[in-house]
């Protein structure tokens, strides 16, 4: 079985009844975690009550994808102590939030650190990071195994690298945070669904899951606007939803 779980949809901050980024991946019996923001670890438990997962990866240090990373130390020491640690990959930056929020448990003793920035092995997944323009480092990442490659933006603004993030992928998890395009000269840290959609069609991608919305957002528009610049399947990520791969 292959399937993704939206833990959280929403960027900035959780409207009622949601929850800020967070994914949970699973493919033959592995279990990965993408981003942990504010909320999400309660709908992770739902899944994983004493938060047994095989990784952890944060794309950056911004709290609506990593505070929720907190939680799940304290799940992990109280509830399975004597538990490995979960592989944890991350830029140096996430390690420097979490100590900031709760230095006991310190974060080494619960997570096995790893510089999101190098290739690696996941489990059944080879890892590859791609920086991305946002306001602090931030670094899409490509999961690739036999039959399956998902791809995720993390935060970004558009960028050339989002075509080979996410080429050829089954699932291209990408941010579509802005309602509108900026005006040209502004910083550029996210996108809108609208571009979003435009690397997902350059790059071949088979479908495409939208998320990192705006509080307040209309999604239906979003997704309006994806169909008209991407041919594959266009999905609205909300809490709850499984995304069957």
Known sequence: MSELIVLGSCGAWPEPGRACAGFLLTHEDFRVVLDLGYGTVGALLDHCPRGEVDAVIVTHRHPDHCVDLSALARVRHYEAPDSPRIPLYCEPGVLDVLRALEPRPDPATVFEVHDLGRPARVGPFSLTSFPLPHHVPDYGVR???????VAYTGDCGP??????LARDSDLFIADATLREEPAPGNPRGVMTATEAATWAAAAGARRLLLTHFWPGSDRAISAAQASTAFGG?????????????
Do not use: H, Q, Y
């Open 143 to 149: 999961l690739a195994a036999p039959g399956l490659t």
């Open 159 to 164: 960028t050339e690298a989002l075509r080979e």
């Open 233 to 245: 399947e266009v999905i609205v990520a909300a809490e709850g939803i499984v995304v069957a791969l």
